[in-house]
């Protein structure tokens, strides 16, 4: 199928800046939507940026003007981009992919999740 890997995670002081990527590979006919997740103990996994093939963007309330979300087509990468950051955006964040794939079992869209890394914010 496919297999996200996700790297880039780690501590950060507060105002700070991190960079996440995530490598899609795998069997897939293309990537469509990606996108970056995060979840805090506790709490719901809520969306923090999508992105579409065309590079047309969208952002959680909590983070918009301070993260960017980007893509390479060509490397099959999604970027994350944390800038001013605040105790509250730690968590473990995710990659999320829509893929188009064919296979004896599957013709059509399935959506794949990377393991997750841990961001955490504090002094």
């Known amino acids: 199928q496919v297999q996200l890997v996700e790297s880039g995670g780690g501590l950060v002081q507060p105002g700070g800046s991190l960079s996440l990527s995530c490598a899609a590979s795998?069997?897939?006919?293309?990537?469509?939507?990606m996108a970056w997740y995060r979840q805090a103990p506790g709490n719901q996994r809520e969306v923090v940026a999508t992105?579409?093939?065309?590079?047309?963007?969208n952002y959680g309330d909590s983070v918009k003007g301070r993260f960017t979300i980007s893509r390479d087509n060509a490397k099959n990468t999604v970027y994350l981009q944390m800038n001013s950051l605040k105790p509250e955006d730690t968590a473990v964040y995710y990659c999320?992919?829509?893929?188009?794939?064919?296979?004896?079992?599957?013709?059509?869209?399935?959506?794949?999740w990377g393991q997750g890394t841990q961001v955490t914010v504090s002094s």
């Open positions: 999320n992919a829509e893929a188009s794939v064919s296979t004896r079992q599957v013709l059509g869209v399935l959506y794949y």
């Open positions: 795998g069997a897939f006919i293309s990537l469509n939507r």
């Open positions: 992105i579409t093939r065309a590079g047309v963007t």
